[in-house]
């Protein structure tokens, strides 16, 4: 079972489980999960394999089916029966594997700046390429130094605008990361390595809300197209937030989660927020 987080459960609430991106863990949802626990929402944080504390064995090859099967064994573990599961980024990769291979499992599904994968076949075997590229840099010139040229990719130039708490809280939580577990991610459920779900989001029946920040245009192209294949989904364009929302515009990403999980009307407005 995957290393996770939890406060006391209460079967008669909703529970979301929320996973984090590349380089990061549990820890990056700190400003949101008191509000959303406030909701009567419980919430379950996991690190992912390579991750955080993640005690997962190295002799395993961590694909979307181990990590998948892992994320329902804590469903089943726990007895849960309405649950949302939410991924950011790599997470959000994880998410919509779970929910393509165990539909029946989850009530809903929140997708943060987050893509189905690669289904062309060059692009696919260049981007498996990169990853390994980057797996290697990562024991080659060590955490440190990773972390530098990571944190200086356009992707996450919003976050510039963040605190100065909050951005030395992000660096140190990346710097305490495993350069092997790292590496072993990126070679075993890397974007390049991971299948394609793209013709499978036709299938997916459950509500799907799918988030990405206005600054962020590669990841608003993907979510306006998955929001083409996905019958049951929402699109949310959020505003001043780039690929990070839930750590850029806490409050909203709160508010979004919250009416979704609990009925509300936000999630079907299609805007701005």
């Known amino acids: ?11 008669n609430k909703p529970t979301v489980i929320l996973l984090h991106g590349f380089i990061s863990d549990h820890t990056t949802f700190h400003l949101i999960i008191d509000n959303i626990y406030k909701q009567n929402i419980n919430v ?11 005690h997962s064995t190295h002799d395993v090859t961590w694909d979307m089916a181990y990590i998948s099967k892992e994320i329902v064994e804590i469903i089943d573990y ?13 997470g959000g990769r994880v998410a919509l594997s779970v929910a393509v291979e165990y539909p029946n499992k989850l009530n809903g599904l929140i997708l943060e700046s987050a893509s189905p994968g690669i289904s062309n076949l060059n692009e696919k075997l260049n981007r498996i390429e ?15 130094a990773f972390v530098d040229e990571w944190s200086k990719m356009p992707l ?5 605008s963040l605190s100065d708490v909050e951005k030395n809280r992000i660096k140190q939580m990346r710097l305490s990361q495993s350069p092997e577990g790292l590496a072993k991610s990126l070679t075993d459920y890397g974007t390049g390595n991971q299948p394609s779900n793209w013709k499978a989001l036709h299938q997916l029946n459950i509500p799907t809300c799918i988030l990405v920040g206005e600054y962020d245009e590669k ?3 993907i979510g306006q197209k998955m929001k083409q294949y996905i019958n049951n989904s929402e699109f949310h364009i959020v505003n001043r937030a780039g690929h990070t929302i839930h750590v850029e515009q806490p409050e909203k990403f709160d508010t979004i989660i919250i009416d979704f999980i609990l009925g509300g009307k936000l999630c079907q ?5």
């Open 1 to 11: 079972m995957l290393t996770h987080y939890v406060n006391d459960i209460d079967h």
């Open 44 to 54: 379950i944080t996991i690190d992912l394999p390579g991750h955080g504390k993640d």
């Open 78 to 90: 726990y007895k849960l029966s309405n649950v949302y599961l939410h991924g950011y980024s790599m």
């Open 130 to 144: 990169l990853d390994n590229i980057r797996a290697e840099k990562i024991k080659s010139i060590g955490i440190e």
């Open 156 to 160: 996450f130039d919003s976050q510039l």
């Open 219 to 221: 990841f608003i192209n």
């Open 269 to 273: 407005d299609n805007g701005k927020l």
